[in-house]
C-alpha cells in the first residue's frame, strides 16, 4: 500500500522558518507531480505548492516569494521550505503526490494526514 507521512511542522513565531518534508512509501512504479495543500479551520483545502517530477515549481500567488517547494526523487521525497511565516499561514498542510503503481496504470492522487503548522507568538 502506498503511505505519505508528513513531519516538520510545529509552532513557531512570526517570521520564522520551517521544513516540511514529505516521504512515500509503498508499492510505487512512478511518482509524477507532488504537491502541498493547505487546510485552516472552518476554510477549504488550498494549493499551496506544486512541483513536477523534472523539478517544475509552481506556487499559489499568496506564498511566492517566500516558500520554495523541492523534491529528491531518489528518497522519494518532497519539502516545503517556509520562510517569513505570518499567523495567517497557520493551518494544517498536507501533502499530495500523483502516482502510478503499475506500468500502465492511471494515476492516483494519494495524500499525506498533514502536519500542523502554527504561527503565533
Known amino acids: 500500500q502506498v503511505q505519505l507521512v508528513e513531519s516538520g511542522g510545529g509552532l513557531v513565531q512570526p517570521g520564522g522558518s520551517l521544513r516540511l518534508s514529505c516521504a512515500v512509501s509503498g508499492r510505487i512504479f512512478s511518482i509524477n507531480a507532488m504537491g502541498w495543500y493547505r487546510q485552516a479551520p472552518g476554510k477549504q483545502r488550498e494549493l499551496v505548492a506544486t512541483?513536477?517530477?523534472?523539478?517544475?515549481?509552481n506556487y499559489a500567488d499568496f506564498v511566492k516569494g517566500r516558500f520554495t517547494i523541492s523534491r529528491d526523487n531518489a528518497k522519494n521525497t518532497v519539502y516545503l521550505q517556509m520562510n517569513s511565516l505570518k499567523p495567517e499561514y497557520t493551518a494544517v498542510y498536507y501533502c499530495?503526490?500523483?502516482?502510478?503503481?503499475?506500468?500502465?496504470?492511471?494515476?492516483?492522487?494519494?495524500w499525506g494526514p498533514g502536519t500542523q503548522v502554527t504561527v503565533s507568538s
Open positions: 512541483i513536477t517530477s523534472g523539478g517544475s515549481a
Open positions: 499530495n503526490a500523483n502516482i502510478n503503481r503499475s506500468w500502465g496504470s492511471s494515476r492516483y492522487a494519494y
